[in-house]
């Protein structure tokens, strides 16, 4: 079973701000914070990880609250083409790359005009 | 840098026939994994690889279905004597540490 939980569905402007969020009440202190999205039937597409400070690449910004248990991904400037599943994952992070992600069902996030 | 690649993006078989999907990782990554989406639902882990290895297998269903990652040549999801509930979109995915990154998955359809 998934070990995060979020919202089924979430609208947002676009141009405004997408803030995502995920609990994880249970997440160990060797566990990250993954984050991915599913366009429409595509691949899973990576966006961030982290542990436990936050974290900003080209894609989002991925803010995790100090006790961990939960995490905001935040999209600055929400387009059409950012409309999708989003997938908060939690999973332990090793030299080995051994650990399976383990897909909830995702939150549908759509951007509308 | 070329993405994991996956072929055929789409396969159609009829029932009893076999189905092979294969999988190319990302340069440098040793790490394959694959997992399968039925219509309407989500990711499910099937099969952990690393070169010559299987790793776990724990999301394997124990008929029918096989895995391999041979040193030379893309990693293949084998499926013999397809049934109709084998349709699905089959993901594949590389790693070199610890980011899996995903193929466009195969669409296979049982008729």
């Known amino acids: 079973d998934a070990k995060t939980t979020q919202p089924p569905s979430m609208d947002c402007a676009e141009g405004r701000a997408a803030n995502l969020p995920c609990n994880h009440s249970t997440i160990s202190g060797n566990e990250y914070v993954y984050w991915y999205r599913q366009i429409h039937s595509q691949g899973p597409q990576y966006i961030i990880h982290?542990?436990?400070n936050n974290e900003t690449n080209e894609m989002a910004s991925l803010i995790i609250t100090e006790d961990r248990k939960s995490s905001t991904l935040i999209l600055p400037h929400a387009t059409l083409r950012d409309t999708a599943v989003y997938y908060c994952?939690?999973?332990?992070?090793?030299?080995?790359?051994?650990?399976?992600?383990?897909f909830g069902k995702g939150m549908k996030l759509t951007v509308n005009p | 840098n070329a993405g994991v690649m996956q072929n055929p993006r789409h396969l159609v078989r009829r029932r009893g026939q076999e189905a092979r999907l294969r999988c190319s990782p990302m340069k440098g990554h040793s790490h394959v994994y694959w997992y399968r989406q039925l219509p309407e639902e989500g990711l499910k882990f099937m099969v952990y690889?690393?070169?010559?290895?299987?790793?776990?297998e724990s999301g394997m269903p124990k008929e029918r279905f096989s895995a391999e990652f041979p040193k030379e040549g893309p990693s293949i999801l084998r499926i013999q004597q397809v049934v109709r509930g084998d349709s699905a979109a089959y993901f594949c995915a590389s790693s070199s540490v610890d980011t899996q990154y995903f193929g466009p998955g195969t669409r296979l359809t049982v008729l």
């Open positions: 690889l690393q070169k010559e290895n299987i790793i776990d």
């Open positions: 994952i939690v999973r332990v992070a090793s030299q080995g790359g051994s650990e399976k992600l383990v």
């Open positions: 982290g542990l436990k």
